[in-house]
């Protein structure tokens, strides 16, 4: 019998690697898996790679380059990246799929919270959301709060002894890339997930002097919490090359977590992933060479 085929798109982020590792190593042979990406270059190196896969070029800002990309497609799992388009992205992948006349359910990648539409990230996800509810085909959201992993951005004033995080008193859960991928591809070769938003959180509540007082722990050495003020942390952002819409969403997420509104531990990633979520220190241990 022919397999169906799943296509993810932003295949080669962060977030399309780990659901590619997870479900080649996890879930070999349920799907024919076609990772879509923007260059030759990024096809061979997946291919490489995860030699059981297809690859194939598509860019959702060229909705001309989709319509292939989506020949026999049956499951779409849909990354939209750090875009300040990321409703017109939505929209070309879902008419796409709508227009494929195969495609029978999308899983969207979104963002905790979306739903509240509350800052500027949320809309846009909530946007990309409603479109797809509205398209007729099934549809799962998988609602991701702040990576575990950003804290390599943070590595070098660890490094020196100081966890910059403009957060205020707030807490948060952050959340296990590695993990997001295993949930994802969970979801994507389960049953039972359709018009399904699923709230993902890491596992603890933390506040900036306990995430700081971890980072001391593992590194052995004194790391103390600074929140820096919020003019500080936005020339912080665009000297580091963010643009400009990128870094005002960011102070507006850390207004959010500062004000508590995301201090919250939803009980389905681990339901999801069918084992407990990674802590903060189980991150920082096994990347430990990166913070001392
Ligand atoms: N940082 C956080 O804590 C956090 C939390 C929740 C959600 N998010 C959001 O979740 C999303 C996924 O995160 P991530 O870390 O996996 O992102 P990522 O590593 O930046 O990956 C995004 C992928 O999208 C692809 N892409 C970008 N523009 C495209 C286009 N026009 N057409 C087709 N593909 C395109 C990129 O392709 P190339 O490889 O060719 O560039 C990349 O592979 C992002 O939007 C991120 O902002 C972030």
Redesign the pocket.
């Known amino acids: 019998m022919t397999k169906p085929t799943l296509l993810i798109?932003?295949?080669?982020?962060?977030?399309?690697?780990?659901t590619l590792d997870a479900l080649t190593q996890k879930h070999q042979g349920k799907y024919t898996i076609r990772a879509?990406?923007?260059?030759e270059e990024?096809a061979s190196s997946l291919q490489a790679k995860y030699p059981g896969i297809e690859t194939c070029i598509?860019?959702?800002?060229?909705p001309t380059?989709l319509a292939p990309a989506f020949s026999g497609v049956d499951k779409l799992f849909l990354?939209?990246?750090?875009?300040e388009n990321?409703e017109e992205?939505a929209q070309n992948a879902i008419n796409a799929a709508v227009v494929s006349g195969t495609v029978k359910h999308v899983v969207f990648?979104?963002?905790?919270g979306s739903e509240y539409e509350s800052i500027l990230?949320g809309k846009q996800?909530r946007a990309g959301e409603k479109l797809l509810e509205k398209s007729g085909l099934a549809w799962t959201h998988l609602?991701?709060?702040?990576?575990q992993?950003?804290f390599h951005g943070w590595a070098d004033g660890i490094k020196q002894g100081a966890l910059y995080l403009g957060v205020g008193e707030g807490k948060f859960a952050?959340?296990n890339?590695g993990n997001i991928g295993e949930i994802a591809a969970n979801v994507i070769c389960g049953e039972g997930h359709e018009g399904q938003a699923y709230a993902i959180t890491g596992p603890e509540l933390l506040s900036g002097p306990d995430m700081a007082q971890i980072f001391s722990e593992v590194t052995g050495k004194q790391v103390d919490y600074v929140s820096p003020d919020e003019t500080t942390v936005l020339n912080s952002l665009l000297d580091s090359g963010w643009p400009q819409w990128?870094a005002k969403g960011m102070l507006e997420l850390f207004a959010l977590f500062a004000s508590n509104q995301a201090a919250m531990i939803s009980p389905d990633g681990e339901k999801l992933l069918g084992r407990p979520l990674t802590t903060l220190k189980e991150f920082a241990q096994s990347n430990k060479a990166a913070f001392v």
């Open positions: 798109i932003g295949a080669a982020g962060n977030n399309g690697l780990a879509g990406v923007r260059s990024k598509l860019d959702l800002d060229k380059t990354i939209i990246g750090n875009n990321r992205q990648y979104s963002v905790f990230f996800f609602r991701t709060i702040f990576f992993e950003n952050p959340l890339i990128q």
